[in-house]
């Protein structure tokens, strides 16, 4: 049995409807011999908290497969060694004014831990910026065949004319455009994401 580790985008969770879709996709449509199962963790608001949490789970759950959209992305890009496709990668959100900025704001999705609301500090924005100064070190020659990279055409949150040129520049020729937005919308995950998954051969054997 495969296993798939998903990472939500900013203000969201792992309950958020990808997820759901993934899980219905991947679990209960698809035959025995080619089931996946789903791991979609809530990701803390700090990235000095979240990374290395999420760095120990995926050491831990050992994935085939790791799936990162938007903030997702991002991070998934940093886990070094697991194959993984990063899709529409924010690689600055600290630059994303309307985005990330002090003050309170609310999870678009239920979260595990109950909290509808969240606090965004100086410190918080400080800590961002801080790793996405280093968020390309450590990318070997083993590992540029590893990470995917997934950029739509129409997003107009992170442009793919901004940030797919810096992808390829660590992943030469691991990157493609695709029909779609910055949110991935059931169409996508249906019609792009998933024969991607198949392409690579994550689900074969």
Sequence with gaps: MKKILYL????SSGASGTVGL????LWEKAPPDRRATIVAP????????AFPMLEALAYD?????IIGTSMGGWYAQMLHGFTRICVNPSFWLSKKYDILFVGRHKWMNRRKDGETEFHV?????????????????????DDRTLCHGLFGDKD?????????????????????VFPGGHRLS??????TL??????????DG
């Design 42 to 49: 809530d990701i803390p608001l700090d990235p000095l908290v």
């Design 194 to 203: 998933l024969p991607f998954i198949r392409e690579i051969g994550v689900l």
């Design 186 to 191: 059931d169409h996508v995950v249906t019609h």
């Design 22 to 25: 993934l899980r219905r996709e």
């Design 61 to 65: 759950e050992m994935p085939d497969l």
């Design 121 to 141: 500090t100086k410190e918080t924005i400080a800590h961002y910026q801080e790793m996405e100064a280093h968020q390309f070190d450590g990318v070997t020659d």
């Design 156 to 176: 107009d949150t992170v442009l793919a004319s901004e940030t797919r040129p810096v992808f390829e520049r660590y992943y030469p020729g691991m990157s493609r």
């Design 8 to 11: 939500h985008g900013f203000a």
